[in-house]
């Protein structure tokens, strides 16, 4: 069954300091990965696709990578208005996304 | 910009309501989707539909129904709405691949 897990659940960062999030996959067969942002009150907004391992996606303060298990969605220097849950999804069939449960992120100033 | 609209913020509805979401693009887009996200369990495919008139069940069908009669309208029916189906719903759609576009969604309250 294909499955995502995102870690950690939650992460409170301050201002400037960088750290990463992790999405950990098992799928058969690797089509796609997504990152997405949600807001508080608001639906997803789509970040990135990546298809294969070593690959890299980079927007403003992040950057998404991919291995054959896992992807990272590092962010550099983080500003407040980053705060945000972040989800990744791998495609599983035709149309088809399955979601992690989103790591919470809470920059602080 | 890419608009998904979904016609209701907050419902509630009693437990046995036939209970319309509705949902309108207005990019062209082929795709459209409907997703209930509840916390723990992230977000979950109900149906989806590639043109007007076709559908696909999702990974959790059941209690759901899903009407696509133009292609700019998405409609997600619940038959007997139960409190089970209490839930945050999202709507989607994207022109290919999987760039979804979402709605800002329905949190819909079953008592």
């Known amino acids: 069954e294909d499955q995502v897990t995102q870690s950690p659940e939650a992460l409170r960062l301050q201002e400037g300091e960088s750290s990463s999030l992790n999405c950990s996959y098992t799928v058969s067969g690797l089509r796609g990965l997504f990152w997405y942002r949600q807001d508080p009150g608001k639906g997803p907004e789509f970040l990135f696709t990546l298809y294969s391992a070593g690959e890299e996606k980079e927007k403003e303060r992040l950057k998404a990578t991919l291995t054959k298990k896992e992807s990272f969605l590092h962010i550099t220097a983080p500003k407040p208005e980053d705060s945000a849950t972040y989800l990744c999804?791998?495609?599983?069939?035709?149309?088809?996304?399955?979601f992690g449960t989103g790591t919470r992120l809470l920059v602080s100033p | 910009d890419v608009k998904v609209t979904q016609s209701s913020r907050y419902l509630v509805k009693r437990t046995g309501e036939k209970v319309f979401l509705e949902c309108v693009q207005d990019m062209d887009h082929e795709n459209m989707f409907w997703y209930r996200q509840d916390p723990g369990l992230g977000l979950r495919l109900i149906y989806f539909s590639y043109d007007v008139k076709m559908k696909e069940k999702g990974d959790i069908p059941e209690g759901y129904s899903v009407s696509r009669e133009k292609k700019e309208r998405f409609s997600l029916i619940l038959e007997s709405a139960s409190t089970n189906q209490t839930s945050m719903y999202l709507c989607?759609?994207?022109?290919?691949?999987?760039?979804?576009?979402f709605g800002s969604g329905t949190q819909l309250s079953v008592l």
């Open positions: 999804a791998v495609q599983a069939g035709f149309q088809k996304l399955v």
């Open positions: 989607a759609s994207s022109l290919k691949g999987y760039e979804l576009f």
